[in-house]
T-cell receptor, first 111, second 116 residues
Framework: RKEVEQDPGPFNVPEGATVAFNCTYS??????FFWYRQDCRKEPKLLMS???SGNEDGRFTAQLNRASQYISLLIRDSKLSDSATYLC????????????FGSGTRLQVQP | DTAVSQTPKYLVTQMGNDKSIKCEQN?????MYWYKQDSKKFLKIMFS???????INETVPNRFSPKSPDKAHLNLHINSLELGDSAVYFC???????????????FGPGTRLTVL
């Protein structure tokens, strides 16, 4: 089983749609969770951290379910500029203090 | 103004050659990383340095040798390049020292290495 698993997509959605991405992680002792965004041929950038209580940043909502070891990202009112790959990232408490990245879910928002 | 910079951006070379990639961050961060992103887009950590000290060394062939002359720089030297080394290599930095890191890692623009 991969340490961090995501549906690779692509998700093709029209502008204005709501789209949700899911991610599961294998290590129940994982400490912190993030969504990063990576545009084509660019570096990953932090989109948002994910907290147990759920958190929202504008059109983006992230949720964490520790019991199911599951993280989600919801994007409302999709814009063309949201087209990118969304990486689920987990800080697993293995003593290494390194981030473990999922392979990403590609989103294509169409006009 | 670039926070994390890498050189070169593109590197095309023959099998068997030795090459280096340089990384610099001007954020005053304590910790720096090298990641490899292969053709399947998986981003995997290779090395991490904290204040010039190696703290993470993943299962990477010993042809790869990181060097950190100071906490703002982390270079990657690769000996005897192989076809499978073709990938995008990202440098990143993060504030704080283990175990008290901040959340955000800042990535450089990447170095696209092609081995022919």
């Amino acid at each position: 089983r991969k340490e961090v698993e995501q549906d690779p997509g692509p998700f093709n959605v029209p502008e204005g749609a709501t789209v949700a991405f899911n991610c599961t992680y294998s290590n129940s002792a994982s400490q912190s969770f993030f969504w990063y965004r990576q545009d084509c041929r660019k570096e990953p950038k932090l989109l948002m951290s994910v907290y147990s209580s759920g958190n929202e940043d504008g059109r983006f909502t992230a949720q964490l379910n520790r019991a199911s070891q599951y993280i989600s990202l919801l994007i409302r009112d999709s814009k063309l500029s949201d087209s990118a790959t969304y990486l689920c990232v987990v800080n697993m408490d293995t003593g290494r203090r390194a981030l473990t990245f999922g392979s990403g879910t590609r989103l294509q928002v169409q006009p | 103004d670039t926070a994390v910079s890498q050189t070169p951006k593109y590197l095309v070379t023959q099998m068997g050659n030795d090459k280096s990639i340089k990384c610099e961050q001007n954020l005053g961060h304590d910790t720096m990383y090298w990641y490899k992103q292969d053709s399947k887009k998986f981003l995997k950590i290779m090395f991490s340095y904290n204040n010039k000290e190696l703290i993470i060394n993943e299962t990477v062939p010993n042809r790869f040798s990181p060097k950190s002359p100071d906490k703002a720089h982390l270079n990657l030297h690769i000996n005897s390049l192989e076809l499978g080394d073709s990938a995008v290599y990202f440098c990143a930095s993060r504030q704080g020292q283990p175990p008290y890191y901040t959340d955000t890692q800042y990535f450089g623009p990447g170095t696209r290495l092609t081995v022919l």
